[in-house]
């Protein structure tokens, strides 16, 4: 086996390989090792128990040795349990495919970006945990398109089995402002490009202190994605800058009787109320008025 060759334990499981499991026991891979040993005592091949204790006689990991060990006990009962049976001829089983497994290799076939994001949507809703290790391994892969990259994410928070990295898109969403701050500087530090999207939201953050540091986390992550998504910001800013203040003048339809109409200055002087007059003053100005037309007629 090469040592740059690193096989799949879920699906060699998946699929009853347990030929592949055995030789997975001699992986370079402390890690592989042991998940070859927790899957073979997961299904109970107790053919296996010869190629677990060579395996476990050269074996230096602590942890790959705790499972050689576990699977050696577990195999060997249900190998005496075995023994014990009477011998008859036992029809075999044909593995049939979960919808998991199933979306699984779908996922690992497809290259088109949208099936895939609708593939991964379809794996976390599902929420069965075989789908974790593909999902962390399209994550991890720096070569995804950024959308694949999120939405395995986001599959991954459904699994609640998410990485460090992963968790912080949660706390992102989560509704203390400190949590959201701490997490989009944490995200700029790594600069996280899948997450590039997500920052752009906190853009608009009803917190100003969130909205700085998803600024700052964008512009120190410095992918031509985040310049963009800067340059929206900063282009929305200027057009509320340049947007005319309203007035509180009324507005009137063209056609309504209501309409204002705009009295010339004397006018509006006239027509302002005024206090009620003397009756004395009126006697004295009709009296005036009519001396004033004898007089005319003299």
Not at 96 to 104: D, G
Not at 109 to 117: Q, T
Not at 143 to 155: H, N
Request: proline share 7%.
């Amino acid at each position: 086996m090469s040592d740059n060759f690193k096989p799949t334990i879920w699906r060699l499981q998946a699929h009853f390989n347990t030929q592949g499991l055995v030789e997975a026991l001699q992986h370079p891979d402390a890690g592989i090792r042991k998940r070859a040993a927790a899957a073979l005592r997961a299904l109970g091949v107790h053919q296996a128990i010869p190629a677990l204790e060579a395996a476990l006689d050269i074996e230096d990991d602590p942890e790959a040795r705790s499972n050689m060990v576990s699977a050696l006990a577990t195999l060997k009962q249900e190998q005496e349990r075995h023994q014990t049976l009477p011998s008859q001829d036992l029809p075999l089983i044909k593995h049939e495919p979960t919808e998991a497994e199933k979306l699984i290799d779908q996922l690992k076939a497809s290259r088109d970006v949208d099936e895939i994001i609708t593939i991964i949507q379809k794996l976390g809703a599902l929420r069965d945990k075989i789908a974790v290790e593909p999902l962390i391994i399209l994550f991890n892969n720096a070569t995804s398109p950024i959308k694949i990259r999120l939405e395995a994410a986001q599959a991954l928070l459904q699994l609640e089995s998410a990485p460090i990295e992963v968790a912080l898109l949660g706390a992102l969403q989560s509704p203390e402002w400190q949590a959201r701050r701490n997490a989009a500087a944490i995200l700029g530090q790594l600069k996280a490009t899948w997450a590039i999207e997500p920052l752009s939201r906190a853009l608009s953050d009803p917190n100003n202190q969130v909205r700085r540091m998803a600024y700052a986390a964008l512009k120190f992550i410095g992918t031509k994605e985040a310049t963009q998504a800067l340059n929206a910001v900063k282009k929305r800013r200027t057009q509320q800058m340049n947007k005319p203040a309203p007035t509180n003048k009324p507005q009137y339809a063209p056609n309504d009787e209501t309409q204002k109409i705009e009295w010339p200055k004397r006018m509006r002087q006239s027509l302002a109320p005024t206090k009620p007059l003397d009756p004395d003053v009126v006697d004295k100005h009709e009296r005036q008025q009519r001396d004033q037309d004898q007089n005319k007629d003299e």
